[in-house]
């Protein structure tokens, strides 16, 4: 498991060297740091005389964290554009009494601690993956660390690997018309795919689909399924779900509180209806209905079968949801626009002192969900609300 996340922060954070953002329609000429800066409040009161260190302290366990160096692939505060930019990155442990912060990656803390910290400085828990992978070594901490800093709303700072931003819709981006999206409908001859690498899911996504392929067909590629990509295969690339896939199944390892993965904001572009499965409240996240079928409306597999068999049969119905999904204008960030925040709270004189013990840390990131809803449970019924 610990070299699976490995994996999976490297990719996160190689990514973070570039600006990583979906645009839809029209949008180019919005820049992620103007958004980011229309979000953020005022710096007038801000003093940014003096230079602000942020340490990456790495590891405290040897080798764990080897593959991964901060300094490198970190962002420079004056590329992103922050509103306020005097923030540096060092990854030198020599700095950490005059650190104003210091960065501990929950996957890297070990039981071995720094021997020493700047007393104004802040410690920032880091925390990208979901509880069910993490905290391992968090009670050796507690009442450590002073800011949290994780993809939960509730953290002090925000810090999602992909955030979701709502564009104001000024029509003067063409819109999907009907006969394109009818177009796009009756293109396609396959109805289901799922793309997976990890076969045994504490979200038991897998007897979920197990149970779906009981009423309708789920092509299933990757180590878990009997369709393997291989490279060059074009049967998984964009262009197979685009052009022949209508719905394509982005479901959760881990159901948590506004845990949603990359494999979520990677695909929203294109010309296939997302169904979901997670524990986040997506509205909560900013991610509108339209962009998505949550499997948490309908009371079991059999249930979303039902409702996607019928969309297979109703070109009309189905074309206008990809037209809705399609004419939502909005932008993807990477998670490299949260260390702005990070820089700005470091500059903000009225920030609170504060600590926080491990309960308190567990309680704010939230638990694991238990799956429910994988069989079928009564008589089937119409789904409500906006699959109605």
């Given at each position: 498991m610990r070299v699976k996340l490995s994996y999976f922060y490297a990719l996160i954070f190689t990514a973070s060297a570039i600006s990583i953002y979906v645009a839809f329609w029209g949008a180019k000429h919005l820049n992620e740091a103007s958004i980011h800066a229309s979000l953020s409040p005022s710096y007038n009161d801000f003093d940014i005389s003096r230079e602000k260190i942020i340490l990456y302290w790495g590891s405290t366990i040897p080798k764990r964290c080897d593959y991964f160096t901060f300094t490198k692939t970190g962002p420079s505060f004056e590329d992103l554009n922050c509103p306020v930019n005097n923030c540096v990155w060092t990854d030198d442990k020599t700095k950490v009494k005059e650190a104003d912060a210091v960065l501990f990656f929950d996957h890297c803390l070990g039981e071995v601690k720094p021997p020493e910290r700047n007393p104004r400085g802040r410690w920032v828990f880091v925390d990208h993956e979901s509880p069910c992978n993490s905290f391992r070594y968090l009670d050796k901490w507690d009442g450590l660390f002073n800011w949290t800093m994780t993809y939960t709303k509730d953290s002090d700072i925000f810090s999602p690997s992909l955030h979701f931003v709502n564009l104001p819709n000024h029509g003067d981006y063409?819109?999907?018309?009907?006969?394109?999206?009818?177009?796009?409908?009756?293109?396609?001859?396959?109805?289901?795919?799922?793309?997976?690498?990890?076969?045994?899911?504490?979200?038991?996504?897998?007897?979920?689909?197990?149970?779906?392929?009981?009423?309708?067909?789920?092509?299933?590629?990757?180590?878990?399924?009997?369709?393997?990509?291989?490279?060059?295969?074009?049967?998984?690339?964009?262009?197979?779900?685009?052009?022949?896939?209508?719905?394509?199944?982005?479901?959760?390892?881990?159901?948590?509180?506004?845990?949603?993965?990359?494999?979520?904001?990677?695909?929203?572009?294109?010309?296939?209806?997302?169904?979901?499965?997670?524990?986040?409240?997506?509205?909560?996240l900013g991610i509108p209905d339209a962009l998505h079928i949550d499997t948490r409306d309908f009371k079991s597999p059999k249930d979303l079968a039902e409702y996607l068999k019928r969309l297979d049969k109703d070109d009309e119905s189905y074309a206008a949801l990809l037209r809705a999904k399609a004419n939502h204008r909005y932008k993807i960030l990477n998670s490299r626009y949260s260390y702005c925040d990070l820089c700005k709270k470091l500059n903000d004189p009225n920030e609170p002192r504060k600590s926080y013990s491990a309960a308190e840390i567990r309680n704010q990131h939230g638990f694991c969900v238990s799956p429910h809803n994988l069989r079928p449970r009564g008589r089937s019924r119409q789904p409500r609300g906006r699959h109605a």
């Open positions: 063409p819109l999907l018309s009907r006969e394109r999206s009818l177009s796009i409908t009756r293109g396609k001859s396959k109805l289901v795919a799922w793309m997976v690498s990890h076969c045994t899911t504490h979200s038991r996504r897998e007897e979920y689909v197990k149970e779906l392929q009981k009423y309708i067909p789920v092509d299933v590629y990757g180590k878990c399924g009997p369709l393997v990509c291989k490279k060059g295969d074009t049967r998984c690339s964009e262009e197979s779900l685009n052009n022949d896939y209508k719905f394509y199944l982005v479901f959760e390892n881990s159901l948590a509180k506004d845990y949603v993965s990359e494999k979520f904001y990677t695909r929203l572009h294109l010309n296939v209806m997302l169904i979901t499965r997670s524990g986040a409240n997506f509205s909560r």
